[in-house]
């Protein structure tokens, strides 16, 4: 299983010099397990770059959406392959009690806020509501559960016989716990994370951020430790900065976690890696 993060930022994209080491660019993962298609876990501003990188051999892409907070789907109207005739594209995401997720998309993929809308995109689209069941995509095996977010926002685990992940960009799981996690049964995510090779968590704030701002729906670096701790997961991979935290903020989070209870790598746009192996590369 092959990891590329091409956005690992959250809440709004933050390009600039003092960003370049983490990246500017929002929450989108690219992962490879088969040679002619991919799977895309959000589709912020990152997907841009992804679509243009694509190579030739791709011809199917399932793109997750964890939810539609525009930092998550942002990318979706600039990436190349919904332009491309015949390209097969899935849509996967959580629809509302009352709107199913195409309608909900449109509201994004519709004028004023964009010029095209969904039905005239010439790939051969697919929209598919997420239920609470399995479902399979090329190369994996596919689990989604709602999770600790504001709105309907589900999380991700992909499974192949090799190797696992867990995708939680957006999650705040000790929201209304008295003592994190008394009660690991009732945790939002852990039936996702549990005992996975790569977990790819929520990390926003810093301690103060947080105490202002409970219930916003992030975590701090000690709650995704906590988080990564009772889920036994294996590896730990702090994800969706902050778009105030430049880089020397986020270099002085992530100094002092060599001796972390789970290891740590956090997230830098750009690097890519294999899980069970994750020595980063830049792309
Ligand atoms: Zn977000
Ligand atoms: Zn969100």
């Known amino acids: 299983?092959?990891?590329?993060?091409?956005?690992t930022r959250g809440s709004q994209a933050a390009p600039g010099p003092d960003t370049v080491g983490y990246g500017g660019n929002t929450s989108c993962v690219e992962v490879e397990v088969d040679p002619a298609s991919r799977i895309v876990l959000d589709a912020g501003t990152g997907l841009r770059r992804l679509g243009a990188a694509l190579?030739?051999?791709?011809?199917?892409?399932?793109v997750l959406l964890t939810h539609l907070h525009m930092d998550h789907i942002q990318g979706l109207g600039f990436f190349a392959?919904?332009?491309?005739?015949?390209?097969?594209v899935h849509l996967w995401g959580p629809g509302s009690a009352t709107v199913d997720l195409r309608q909900r998309l449109t509201r994004y993929m519709s004028p004023p806020l964009f010029p095209v809308r969904l039905p005239e995109l010439p790939c051969a689209l697919s929209v598919h509501d997420l239920s609470q069941a399995d479902v399979e995509v090329p190369g994996a095996v596919v689990r989604t559960a709602l999770v600790c977010h504001p709105g309907p926002t589900v999380g991700y685990r992909l499974a192949?016989?090799?190797?696992s992940l867990a995708y939680?960009?957006?999650?705040e799981p000790v929201l209304a716990c008295k003592r994190f996690a008394d009660s690991p049964q009732w945790c939002s995510g852990l039936d996702l994370a549990?005992?996975?090779?790569?977990l790819i968590h929520d990390a926003q704030y810093d301690d103060d951020e947080y105490r202002q701002r409970v219930g916003w729906g992030h975590s701090t670096l000690g709650h995704a430790l906590d988080f990564a701790q009772v889920a036994n997961a294996k590896l730990l991979m702090p994800f969706h900065h902050d778009p105030a935290h430049d880089d020397d903020t986020l270099d002085a989070c992530f100094e002092t976690t060599a001796s972390a209870r789970v290891p740590?790598?956090?997230?830098?746009?750009?690097?890519t890696f294999y899980i069970n192996n994750p020595q980063p590369q830049r792309v």
């Open 55 to 62: 190579p030739s051999a791709v011809r199917r892409v399932d």
């Open 81 to 88: 392959p919904l332009f491309r005739p015949g390209f097969e």
């Open 168 to 171: 939680l960009p957006d999650h």
């Open 194 to 198: 549990n005992d996975v090779d790569l």
């Open 264 to 271: 740590i790598v956090p997230a830098r746009e750009g690097e």
């Open 1 to 7: 299983m092959r990891v590329t993060l091409w956005g």
């Open 160 to 163: 192949t016989e090799q190797a």
